[in-house]
C-alpha cells in the first residue's frame, strides 16, 4: 500500500504512514527484531523513497518526509549497531546501498559506522568461504562507497574485495559469476574513487567477463546501455585501454543497442561513451560514430545537456571524426532558445573550451562555412583566456626542461600556440624539421602544422631517451600522439 501510495498525488503522507508503521513496529517487536529484519527496515524505506522521487508532485526538500526519514533512519541504525558482530555481507550490502540511494552515510548519523560495516565485510571476505559475499554484493558494497564518497579507513579494503570479485569471475558455477551489472558497478566504483587496484590484471579480466556476457546465448545475460556507458566511463576515468578487441566488442554492442526499440541510450550514455573514445584514443569505426552522433542529434533538445554536446563535438574532433556539417548542427542545438532561462543557456568555460578547439581542429574551414561556424560560434560565447599555471603544471613543466637541459636539446618554454599552453617545444637542428611540442595536459589539442608531433605527459613516469641517453624527469609517464587536423 504504501509504494501504491508514494506513485500517486501525495508521496509525502505516504511515507509519513509508512515511517510510523515501523516504529510502530520497533517498538512493539524491538527485542525480537534482528540484524536481518533492521537491515530489511532501511531497505524498504530506500526503496519507497526512490519511488517517491520518480514522482513528480513530490518536493523531498520542502515536506516533513525529509526529516522524519533522518530520524527513522538513524533510530534504526542506533538498534542496528550492537549487532555488527553478527552482521552478514548481504545486510552490509543492502544497508549501504540503502544509504548511497537514499543519500545519506552512516557515519553521520552514528560515527564510525560506515568504517565499521566496511571492516565487517572485510572479515568475512577473509573468513569461512560460506560466509563471503557474492558477486553482486561485493559489487554493491564498493558502489555504495563510491557512491557516498566515503574512503575506507582499512586502504586495502577496496583491494581485498576486488581480488575477491576476480577470483568469482573464474568460478566454475557461471550462476557465481559476477553478471554484467556486477562488472559496471565494480569499475565505476574503483574509477569512482580513483583506486587502481594493485592487481594490474583485475580491470583486464572483468572486461573480458564484460565481453563474454556480452555475446552470452540468454539474452537477458546482456548489459543494457547505462551498464556499457559505466564501463567505459570508468575506464576512460582510470585510463585504462581494455585488451585487444574487448573496446571493438563493447563499442559494437553499444552500436546495436542504438537500434534496439526500448533500449536506445539516453544523452548522458551517448556523450560518455564518445568522451571515453576520445581519452582512451580508440580506433572507431564510421559506423559506430555515425550511431553515437546521430543517435545524440536525434533526441531532442529537452533530452540533452549542453554538455552532451560539447563532448561530442570535442570527442569526434579528437578521434578525427568531425565534419563540418556535423559540427554547424551540434552549434545549431546549443543556440539559446527565443524564450528560455538565460542561466541554462550559459555555457561554462570547459565547454567553450572544447568548442574552440573542435573548431581548430577543421582548420583551415570551406571559405563557403566560415561565416556560418564564426555567427554560431559568436553567439555562443568568446574564446576562453588562459589559465594561470598551476603548482603541478609549473613543477612538471620545471622537471620538464631540466632533463631537455641534460640531453643538450633546444627548447623554448611556456609557448602559446593558437591559444593553447605548451609545457615546451623542441627547436630542430638543421632549421627545417617541424618542431615536435610537450604537453602537459591530455585534453589539449593543438592546430597543427602537418607533420607537427605532439608529446602528452600525463601521470606515471616519463623517461625520455633521445641521442642514447636516458633522463628521468618526474612522477609522470608519456605518451605519444601524432595530432594533426
Known amino acids: 500500500m504504501a509504494l501504491a501510495g508514494v506513485r500517486v498525488h501525495q508521496p509525502d503522507q505516504a511515507l509519513l504512514g509508512f515511517y510510523a508503521s515501523m516504529e510502530h513496529l520497533c517498538s512493539v517487536a524491538g527485542p525480537l527484531l534482528d540484524h536481518i529484519s533492521l537491515s530489511a527496515i532501511i531497505t524498504a524505506t530506500a526503496q519507497l523513497w526512490t519511488s517517491a522521487q520518480a514522482n513528480s508532485s513530490f518536493k523531498p526538500n520542502d ?63 577473509k573468513g569461512a568461504a560460506r560466509r563471503h559475499p557474492n558477486a553482486q554484493e561485493a559489487a554493491t558494497f564498493l558502489w555504495a562507497l563510491a557512491t557516498l564518497g566515503h574512503e575506507p579507513a582499512d586502504k586495502g579494503l577496496v583491494d581485498v574485495v576486488c581480488k575477491h570479485s576476480a577470483g568469482l569471475i573464474k568460478h566454475h558455477d557461471d ?117 553515437l552522433v546521430d543517435g545524440l542529434l536525434r533526441l531532442g533538445r529537452a533530452s540533452c545537456h549542453k554538455q552532451h554536446y560539447c563532448n561530442a563535438a570535442w570527442s569526434s574532433a579528437v578521434l578525427d571524426m568531425l565534419s563540418v556539417d556535423t559540427f554547424s ?56 583566456l588562459l589559465l594561470e599555471r598551476t603548482a603541478a603544471e609549473l613543477s612538471a613543466s620545471k622537471h620538464l626542461c631540466a632533463a631537455l637541459g641534460k640531453l643538450g636539446l633546444a627548447f623554448t618554454t611556456n609557448v602559446s600556440l593558437s591559444g593553447y599552453r605548451a609545457a615546451a617545444v623542441l627547436q630542430p637542428h638543421d632549421g627545417v624539421t617541424v618542431p615536435v611540442v610537450l604537453v602537459t595536459k591530455p585534453f589539449e589539442r593543438f592546430r597543427n602544422k602537418d607533420g607537427r608531433c605532439a608529446f602528452f605527459l600525463s601521470s606515471l613516469f616519463i623517461i625520455i631517451a633521445l641521442h642514447g641517453q636516458k633522463v628521468t624527469l618526474c612522477p609522470h609517464s608519456s605518451d605519444r600522439h601524432n595530432i594533426t587536423p
Open 63 to 125: 515536506n516533513s518526509a525529509a526529516f522524519e526519514l533522518k530520524r527513522v533512519y538513524c533510530s534504526t541504525l542506533l538498534q542496528l549497531k550492537p549487532m555488527l558482530p553478527i552482521v552478514e555481507a548481504r545486510q552490509i550490502s543492502n544497508i549501504l546501498w540503502s544509504s548511497a540511494k537514499l543519500g545519506l552515510n552512516p557515519d553521520a548519523f552514528v560515527p564510525g559506522m560506515t568504517d565499521a560495516l566496511a571492516a565487517k565485510l572485510l572479515q568475512v571476505t
Open 329 to 384: 548542427l551540434i552549434l545549431e542545438r546549443l543556440q539559446p532558445l527565443p524564450v528560455a532561462d538565460q542561466a541554462h543557456d550559459v555555457l561554462l568555460r570547459q565547454d567553450l573550451s572544447q568548442l574552440y578547439q573542435a573548431l581548430d581542429s577543421l582548420q583551415p574551414l570551406p571559405s563557403a562555412a566560415v561565416q556560418h561556424l564564426q555567427e554560431l560560434m559568436s553567439s555562443l560565447g568568446p574564446r576562453p
Open 175 to 291: 550462476s557465481k559469476q559476477p553478471n554484467a551489472q556486477d562488472c559496471a558497478n565494480l569499475l565505476w566504483a574503483l574509477a569512482t574513487l580513483g583506486h587502481y587496484p594493485t592487481d594490474k590484471g583485475l580491470v583486464d579480466a572483468v572486461c573480458n567477463h564484460f565481453v563474454m556476457l556480452i555475446r552470452h546465448h540468454d539474452a537477458r545475460q546482456r548489459p543494457f546501455s547505462q551498464g556499457v556507458s559505466n564501463v567505459m566511463w570508468a575506464l576512460a576515468e582510470l585510463n585504462h585501454a581494455p585488451p585487444d578487441g574487448a573496446a571493438s566488442a563493447i563499442l559494437e554492442w553499444f552500436t546495436e543497442l542504438c537500434k534496439l526499440t526500448g533500449q536506445e541510450p539516453n544523452a548522458q550514455e551517448l556523450s560518455n561513451i564518445l568522451l571515453a573514445c576520445a581519452v582512451l584514443r580508440f580506433k572507431v569505426k564510421g559506423h559506430v560514430r555515425l550511431a
